[in-house]
């Protein structure tokens, strides 16, 4: 019986995981937040939620450890074993903006929390200290991706009729042009 209650609720966790993550990155995207932002916010903080759910209801039930480790290991898990395996199946693109300022980030987070954590214990403090910076980030990243709204670039016509270098959805504009970015004969006599 116990193994069949955690099999059931590893389904519902992913279920639940992947309607929460597509819900508000589709919300997210019809209002127009860039593909960025809504990796670095509302993606993170989707696939975050179990591990939230694990992590305060261990530290209400005095398991301490376990709240802990969940929030250690799952950060291990994804960086080594998800990013390894996304960048096996496909060569991941990263955005200037994530290595210039979110990978500092990152290490710098997890610097202050074994800064923090170094006293054998994380207090409330602790805590206000880490989710300041949590939200700083989120702010941050949106404002100084313009608000996090998607730029989309002029449109021109093609000779075909069709518009060259047109947002593409999931496709960037950049890979867009750069499909059609032969010189025509129209634009050759402008």
Known sequence: MTLLAFLGGIVLLVVGAD??????SRLSLSIGLSPLIVGLTVVSFGTSAPELAVSVKAA???TTEMAFG???GSNICNVLLILGLAALAA????APAVLRRDLPV???LSLLTALLASDGRLGAVDGLVLLAGGLAHAVLSFRQNGGGQTRRP???PSPTGATAGSWTGSRSWRAS???SSAPTSSSARR
């Open 60 to 62: 209400f039930a005095g």
């Open 106 to 108: 990152l290490l710098g």
């Open 70 to 72: 969940n929030v250690v």
């Open 177 to 179: 042009r750069s499909s």
């Open 91 to 94: 060569p991941l693109e990263i």
């Open 19 to 24: 309607l929460l993550v597509r819900g508000a």
């Open 154 to 156: 002029p449109r021109r």
